[in-house]
């Protein structure tokens, strides 16, 4: 159940009265008429989301302008843009290692559902239960009703499912998977370790997450993070930052030439034209 809070006091402001905050928390406002238009297009509250990682007080602006937060914000916007194509790459290249390495190697296109081909059960069971969602929303048929009265669904190859479930859900299965030399073979098609190639896959299903909801990329704590290789250490990579996230999908684009280098020149295009602040934040080290 959800309520509203009993002791809200705060009224709904216009955008006139928005600048008028802003300016009275020492924000310089060069043109009142366009920060009142982009107000209207951009939430106040997302827009002072990015104005607070520009100063070392939250709500404090001192020093900083309107226009300084707005092409902080486009910045942002055009890394994330970047960021999704090299994200939508990725998952459809995973997906289909995914399903194509284990199940022509186990000879079983419903690998997936055998729970003794994943270390936790208990987690898979719940994997299978999360992933019926995306069954009905596909239109897989329904072929009958357990004794709870639930959908029995008609499973559908492995390549066909990891076109159907959410790549948050195919990399549980994937992260939860029993066999090391999976982890392995599938890693070493991407150039990382099985130790590694877990982690890379969690933490850009997480970041592909967080770039559809639109969420702030840079001055960001990151659900997860990517294992820090040995490659990435050499090049001084800070692994909690943005950095890590663009290294690792460069490396996993080295069977696509094309895509990787139109990945890493517009990246490096975009690192160029930031202020040498902004460019500490994207923590790639000599890598850009």
């Not at 022509?104 to 992933?131: A, M, V």
């Not at 990517?226 to 690792?248: E, H, N, V, Y």
């Amino acid at each position: 159940m959800i309520r509203k809070p009993s002791n809200w006091a705060k009224p709904a402001t216009t955008a006139a009265t928005q600048v008028f905050i802003l300016e009275s928390r020492n924000m310089t406002v060069a043109d009142k008429n366009a920060a009142e238009n982009f107000l209207r297009r951009v939430n106040y509250y997302r827009f002072c989301h990015y104005a607070n990682s520009l100063v070392p007080v939250a709500d404090d602006f001192t020093g900083i302008t309107f226009e300084e937060v707005v092409s902080f914000y486009n910045l942002d916007r055009e890394l994330r843009s970047i960021l999704m194509e090299g994200l939508s790459w990725a998952e459809v290249s995973f997906r289909t290692a995914f399903s194509y390495i284990v199940s022509n190697d186990k000879q079983d296109p419903f690998f997936y559902l055998d729970s003794s081909n994943f270390r936790n059960s208990s987690f898979h069971s719940q994997t299978l239960l999360e992933c019926e969602k995306d069954f009905k929303n596909a239109g897989i048929r329904v072929v009958g009703q357990d004794a709870n009265g639930k959908d029995i669904y008609e499973a559908p190859p492995a390549w066909k499912m990891v076109e159907i479930v959410s790549f948050g859900k195919i990399s549980k299965l994937f992260c939860n998977i029993d066999k090391v030399k999976y982890l392995d073979k599938v890693g070493k098609y991407f150039g990382f370790s099985k130790t590694e190639i877990k982690s890379v896959i969690k933490s850009l299903a997480d970041l592909r997450n967080q770039c559809a909801h639109h969420r702030k990329i840079l001055f960001s704590n990151f659900n997860s993070t990517p294992a820090i290789t040995q490659d990435m250490r050499a090049l001084q990579i800070d692994g909690s930052k943005i950095g890590a996230f663009i290294f690792c999908l460069h490396k996993m684009m080295k069977n696509d030439a094309d895509m990787q280098s139109s990945f890493y020149k517009k990246i490096s295009e975009l690192y160029k034209k930031c202020p040498s602040d902004i460019k500490n934040e994207f923590g790639t080290g000599s890598f850009l």
